[in-house]
């Protein structure tokens, strides 16, 4: 079995190649993907080289860790039918390539545990769910408080924002820099910074991964407050201590997803709960995946670059 499979070779060395696949077995399935989603946060660091080392890391890679299509094999052992539509969070079954994301692909072979079944007529926005899954997990769990203030209006920023309101929260507060991303906020206002006067916020969730304005939060936050990093970084996380001491300020790691947090964000996607849409700006077919990467990663217009993969398998 091959596939044709975006490869990325080294940093900015990107483009289309068949790479051979490891055969499925019993609790394995093989799915057609119809579109990928291309990460703005850690497969950027890829693209550029930026990423400090990771585990599973290593070129040539398959980036892509969103993609959504359809079962055309199941193992005897997945419970899952031919023709199910699927998210799927990436592949490890190349030959020849590392698999640390391994989304990005025409089919792919995958272990069903890994696999989400979800409405097909969510179309490209199926691709969409791990992102929002990310955002739930940063929310999500005890001792956690929603934000009611957002630092970034990407698509991670807005989902946190919807989320919140979804949850019955007051709206959220949300910064943004870039007049680009300004617009398209639903149901909450988005501010620059240098607008904002409050400086009493609970909880602060900054999803720009940037590491300089981490004082500034701190010193936006009231008695008590914590400020949580649902972003990636790549720069040492420095601030003075002396006006967090005096905030008794909380500091909070979010991380990728769980299990969990793709169940429940799904049933909130299918009840109409949480709305994916608007969220996509571009898509592309895949066999202009190096200039796909290339817009995804240097035009702040572009929220979400979709890669479509319809007919290449």
Not at 66 to 82: K, L
Not at 234 to 254: D, V, Y
């Amino acid at each position: 079995m091959e596939t044709t499979a975006v490869i990325l070779n080294g940093p900015r060395d990107l483009g289309l190649d068949v790479l051979p696949v490891t055969p499925p077995g019993a609790g394995d399935l093989v799915v057609e993907i119809t579109h990928s989603g291309i990460s703005t946060g850690t497969e950027k660091l890829f693209y550029s080289g930026e990423m400090p080392p990771f585990p599973g890391m290593g070129y040539p890679l398959v980036p892509g860790y969103e993609a959504a299509g359809f079962v055309v094999e199941a193992g005897a052992d997945t419970g899952f039918r031919s023709g199910e539509h699927v998210f799927v969070p990436g592949a490890n079954c190349y030959e020849g390539a590392f698999g640390l994301f391994g989304g990005a692909a025409a089919q792919l072979v995958t272990a069903s545990e890994r696999v989400t079944r979800i409405d097909s007529g969510l179309g490209a926005e199926g691709a969409l769910l791990a992102l929002a899954a990310t955002a739930r997990h940063a929310m999500a769990g005890p001792n956690k408080a929603v934000p009611d203030l957002i630092v970034g209006h990407g698509v991670l920023g807005r989902l946190l924002a919807r989320l919140t309101i979804a949850a019955g929260a007051p709206a959220p507060t949300v910064w943004e820099v870039d007049p680009a991303r300004m617009s398209g906020a639903e149901g909450y206002e988005v501010i620059t910074p240098e607008a904002d006067t409050r400086r009493d916020y609970m909880s602060i969730y900054d999803a720009s991964g940037r590491a300089d304005p981490l004082n500034d939060l701190i010193g936006r936050i009231a008695r008590g407050g914590e400020v949580v990093l649902a972003g990636f970084y790549t720069q040492a996380l420095q601030f003075a201590f002396p006006p967090a001491f005096m905030k008794e300020a909380r500091l909070r790691i979010a991380a990728e997803w769980a299990a969990d947090d793709l169940v429940a964000t799904r049933r909130l996607v299918e009840s109409g709960a949480l709305s994916l849409g608007g969220l996509i700006t571009h898509q592309s077919a895949a066999t202009d995946a190096a200039q796909a990467y290339e817009t995804a990663f240097s035009d702040p217009a572009c929220l979400k670059m979709i890669l479509n993969w319809k007919g290449l398998a």
